[in-house]
T-cell receptor
Framework: DAGVIQSPRHEVTEMGQEVTLRCKPI?????LFWYRQTMMRGLELLIY????????DSGMPEDRFSAKMPNASFSTLKIQPSEPRDSAVYFC???????????????FGEGSRLTVL | QKEVEQDPGPLSVPEGAIVSLNCTYS??????FMWYRQYSRKGPELLMY????GNKEDGRFTAQVDKSSKYISLFIRDSQPSDSATYLC???????????FGQGTRLTINP
């Protein structure tokens, strides 16, 4: 299997611009997660989906952030308008999820490194 | 107080040394304990997984869980330069959606 695929790997943009990050989870995984990683705060969960439905978006920092999962093989994280403090590495991860409760193993993509000038 | 505490390091040791990485936690409901390894500019990948208390060994790596002390450890024997990475502990009461990560410890093994 190809693993979790994220694009773009690197994005440099100017403050105020719209940023869209994309993710293709591992086929057959029914949970998808978006994380943000910074030196100061480590890995922070932004939002997760189960069977394409957003379950918990309490980690989304503010209304400028939105995420969608239109089907089982694709998700987007959008920031509009972007700000310099959004600069971070954004990871998408998927999980197989087992009936009766999965163990919590996540499979991460290689991340999208965002720099907002 | 954070739910999971991990010394961010950095930690630098010579090749061949035994490395000990640790995390403490406050939530007694945690049952699943993991160590993820993250190489520079890569995503984290699962290294070790332990359910409840006890030890688990995989080659040069040993994971220990002490639920009574709310303390978990990862030991690396005969450390190699290829072990240089950031190691993140993670734990859950059940379910990937409840996975809580430590800050990560940056480890460098010097040849």
């Amino acid at each position: 299997d190809a693993g979790v695929i994220q694009s773009p790997r690197h994005e440099v943009t100017e403050m105020g611009q719209e940023v869209t990050l994309r993710c293709k989870p591992i086929s057959g995984h029914n949970s998808l997660f978006w994380y943000r990683q910074t030196m100061m705060r480590g890995l922070e969960l932004l939002i997760y989906f189960n069977n394409n439905v957003p379950i918990d978006d309490s980690g989304m920092p503010e209304d400028r952030f939105s995420a969608k999962m239109p089907n089982a093989s694709f998700s987007t994280l959008k920031i509009q308008p972007s700000e310099p403090r959004d600069s971070a590495v954004y990871f998408c991860a998927s999980s197989p999820g087992k009936a009766g409760g999965d163990t919590g193993e996540l499979f991460f993509g290689e991340g999208s490194r965002l720099t907002v000038l | 107080q954070k739910e999971v505490e991990q010394d961010p390091g950095p930690l630098s040791v010579p090749e061949g040394a035994i490395v000990s990485l640790n995390c403490t936690y406050s939530n007694s409901a945690f049952q699943y304990f993991m160590w993820y390894r993250q190489y520079s500019r890569k995503g984290p990948e699962l290294l070790m997984y332990t359910y409840s208390s006890g030890n688990k060994e995989d080659g040069r790596f040993t994971a220990q869980v002490d639920k009574s002390s709310k303390y978990i450890s990862l030991f690396i024997r005969d450390s190699q330069p290829s072990d240089s990475a950031t190691y993140l502990c993670a734990m859950s009461a059940g379910g990937a959606q409840k996975l809580v990560f430590g800050q990560g410890t940056r480890l460098t093994i010097n040849p």
